[in-house]
């Protein structure tokens, strides 16, 4: 049967209205190609509204792009990316960072999908030695593949340890406006004031339809990235299509109304499945992300009505997701289903 709603991903979420008609507004006339457009100073301007002056804002076409190419940056063939081993980096990128970085990348165990600098310590005594990787890059992802959030402190305590190591500290911000709503503060303390170097900014899990943005929070760290961008294959030409989009979504904080009401359909689903006896909630609900155990048998049969994925099969465990555009009635139906399929 055709899936109507779907509880899998915020990727399946339709393109919010008002950012639709940012782009309809935007396909009028002729404008300069590759970014030289009122749209995109726009959209710049706004960015530098959020995050600080000094930030410089290159937009790309997806979230890998924008990871592969502000890692690109940042490093050479013989240095190494250190993240958690549930990051997008390591495990939903096809290899993408390796291959076009020449990269090794080191991963640690993690339960929550949160790593901290004493995890990072041991590594860093290949630093000098001439057969190994060097360590260059600490990669977070904000929110996390978890769904857990970062707190201020945490991400300042791994700046630091990255800052006095001679690292650059990389944030993967596929939810990153989840994790600002979650924490209730600006983007500019989240990320600038904490001392993360660069920012792979995610939109299309917000609202918008294709687009997402490297930002460099040090303008210094952003010297010829163009022509990375260029090599990375993630320059536009109708550039102003995808800057139109940023813009409506920084535009009366319409990037904090969505995030906040899909970490809101989160929490209620949540509130409503540990009613169940049968289903144990495995992580904290910080954003819009419920993961849970559930019988295996019932997993089949409330997948024939909704899709969603399995986490780990192991252990039974799944993965639900909520976006701007689920509603209180989304989910409860989708609960009265899953009672039914138990």
């Not at 402190?153 to 596929?174: C, P």
């Not at 001392?195 to 917000?206: A, P, R």
Request: charged fraction near 20%; proline fraction near 3%.
């Amino acid at each position: 049967m055709p899936f109507t709603k779907s509880f899998a991903s915020d990727n399946n979420a339709p393109v919010h209205p008002a950012v639709f008609q940012a782009m309809l507004e935007a396909n009028r006339g002729d404008v300069i190609a590759y970014g030289d457009d009122r749209y995109t100073r726009e959209a710049h301007k706004k960015f530098r509204e959020a995050f600080g002056t000094d930030v410089r804002v290159f937009f790309v076409f997806n979230g890998t792009g924008a990871n592969v190419a502000a890692l690109s940056q940042l490093t050479r063939p013989y240095h190494a990316v250190i993240c958690a081993d549930t990051a997008h980096i390591q495990h939903d990128e096809c290899g993408a960072p390796e291959k076009f970085t020449g990269c090794k990348v080191h991963v640690l165990p993690t339960t929550d999908g949160k790593i901290k600098a004493e995890q990072i310590k041991p590594l860093m005594h290949s630093v000098g030695f001439q057969h190994h990787a060097q360590p260059r890059v600490i990669s977070i992802t904000q929110a996390t593949e978890m769904g857990t959030v970062y707190t201020r402190e945490e991400i300042m305590d791994i700046a630091r340890f990255a800052h006095s190591n001679e690292l650059y500290l990389h944030m993967d911000g596929a939810r990153i406006a989840n994790a600002a709503a979650a924490l209730g503060i600006g983007f500019r303390e989240l990320v600038t004031d904490t001392g993360v170097d660069v920012l792979s900014f995610g939109g299309t899990k917000n609202g918008i339809m294709l687009g997402e943005a490297v930002v460099f929070l040090n303008s210094r760290l952003a010297r010829e990235f163009e022509y990375v961008r260029k090599q990375s294959m993630q320059l536009a030409s109708k550039m102003r299509y995808i800057s139109a989009q940023f813009t409506a979504l920084f535009t009366n904080d319409l990037w904090l109304q969505n995030a906040t009401h899909a970490n809101q359909m989160a929490q209620l689903l949540a509130e409503k499945v540990r009613e169940i006896p049968q289903v144990k909630i495995t992580q904290p609900v910080e954003i819009n992300g419920v993961f849970a155990i559930i019988p295996k048998e019932a997993i089949k049969k409330l997948q024939e009505k909704y899709f969603f994925y399995v986490w780990d099969e192991t252990r039974s465990e799944v993965r639900w997701m909520t976006s701007f555009a689920t509603t209180e009635k989304d989910v409860e139906n989708f609960v009265q289903a899953l009672k039914e399929s138990l």
